[in-house]
């Protein structure tokens, strides 16, 4: 495939989020984050910005927020960190990983250790975190769809020890469908292996706010500036529709009543036992510190295990393949299986080789699945051409045409 990484940030670009996870890590002063900033090669956090014109007032007020975002990376790093330390018999495993230095931590306590994640970070942090560790057999980078069984289930082949599966981070970006298939599969998981699934992401969505208050000394309008920011900032740098699904949307009692329906048992673990020791950027901020641990200290995660009495629904999908053909400016596509992370680049890969497309005509009639990722193939092919009316779906099939209906795609592609 030719390349693979561009390919895989167009399909994936959520990935671009993590990178400002490792670079705040560092700048909160974890050792083992600024040695892996390097081995990636990524630059300081400014230097990822644009350069649009913002003006002066606006930016002095912007940057007074940079404590907030440190401190909402910084703790749910270190938080996870000493929670996995209490689960000293269980393999960890960490999804998604992003750019941490989790890895590497676990390396140094003898864990084994999993970082499930894209392929587009699993390509960069693996050889990274192997200049520092060198070569660990218990540390394993693997690329995972997590709404595809198989890609996470082969990784933990032969794995004997229970699993502390760790989700931080993630949840957010799924679609209500999308967040079922990723229950399913991890039921199916911890059915096998054994173990329990700790989820961080609905306690911070909770709570960031009263976090951002906390650090900024409950300055009405600094708090307000943070969320007007934060409401659209990842969304916009992953180019996806966030908290779109019943974990975000619903009271913590629909929540538990979903995750019961998905087959699990639900207990709370509060954070205050795992507060670090201190939170770097506020070293100098002891009242500003005082009030986030208080915060914290009323914050929950969930921790879900398998109720084995209840019912558990699986599909069994076929193996993804794309035969596509390019003659006379009409490109046309057979695609079977399932149409996800791992596999849509391919589709792009096919589609981008073709050059002077008028037309495109698809055969869905053996697809099975198709996530975001897909259809953000899907659109990226359509925009690509200059009468619409030339872009042709065939043979979808129910389950994929609604996917495509309750993401709303299905306004551009039928």
């Not at 990935?15 to 390097?38: H, P, V, Y």
């Not at 595809?148 to 957010?172: H, Q, R, V």
């Not at 000394?217 to 409401?231: Q, R, W």
Request: aromatic share 8%.
């Amino acid at each position: 495939m030719d390349n693979v990484q561009e390919l895989r940030e167009i399909v994936n670009p959520v990935f671009n989020t993590a990178k400002s996870c490792i670079q705040l890590d560092a700048i909160a002063g974890d050792e083992d984050s600024r040695q892996l900033l390097g081995a990636l090669g990524f630059g300081e956090f400014a230097g990822t910005k644009d350069n649009k014109r913002v003006p002066e007032e606006l930016a002095k007020k912007v940057k007074q927020l940079f404590p907030v975002y440190t401190v909402l990376i910084d703790s749910r790093f270190q938080i996870v960190n000493n929670l996995t330390r209490s689960f000293s018999d269980r393999s960890v495993v960490d999804l998604p990983c992003g750019y941490t230095a989790r890895g590497i931590k676990m390396s140094r306590q003898g864990r084994v250790y999993y970082g499930f994640d894209l392929p587009a970070v699993t390509d960069d942090i693996g050889p990274a975190a192997a200049k520092i560790i060198g070569d660990d057999k218990n540390i394993h980078y693997s690329a995972v769809d997590a709404t595809n069984y198989d890609s996470m289930a082969t990784p933990l082949d032969g794995e004997k020890k229970e699993l502390l599966i760790t989700t931080e981070g993630l949840l957010m970006y799924f679609t209500q469908q999308e967040l079922e298939e990723v229950f399913s599969n991890i039921r199916r998981i911890l059915q096998k292996h054994g173990g329990s699934w700790i989820i961080v992401d609905r306690a911070y969505s909770t709570h960031d706010s009263a976090i951002a208050s906390a650090v900024l000394n409950n300055d009405p309008e600094m708090v307000a500036l943070y969320n007007a920011i934060t409401k659209q900032a990842a969304g916009t740098a992953a180019d996806v529709k966030l908290n779109d699904n019943i974990i975000f949307k619903g009271t913590d009692e629909k929540n538990k009543t979903f995750i019961e329906e998905m087959g699990f048992e639900v207990k709370e673990i509060g954070l205050g036992d795992y507060l670090p020791d201190h939170f770097g950027v506020l070293a100098p901020m002891s009242a500003e510190d005082a009030r986030v641990r208080d915060v914290f200290r009323g914050m929950c995660f969930w921790e879900l295990t398998v109720n084995e009495k209840s019912a558990q629904k699986t599909v069994l999908d076929m193996p993804f393949r794309v035969e596509s053909e390019f003659a006379n400016g009409k490109f046309t596509a057979r695609i079977e299986g399932r149409v996800d992370t791992i596999t849509a680049p391919e589709l792009l890969n096919q589609f981008k080789k073709a050059d002077g497309v008028k037309a495109i005509e698809l055969n869905l009639e053996k697809m099975s699945y198709i996530s975001s990722a897909g259809l953000r193939v899907l659109l990226i092919m359509y925009k690509a051409l200059d009468d619409k009316d030339q872009f042709k779906l065939v043979g979808t099939t129910d389950s994929v045409k609604e996917i495509m209906e309750v993401t709303g795609f299905d306004r551009f592609l039928f």
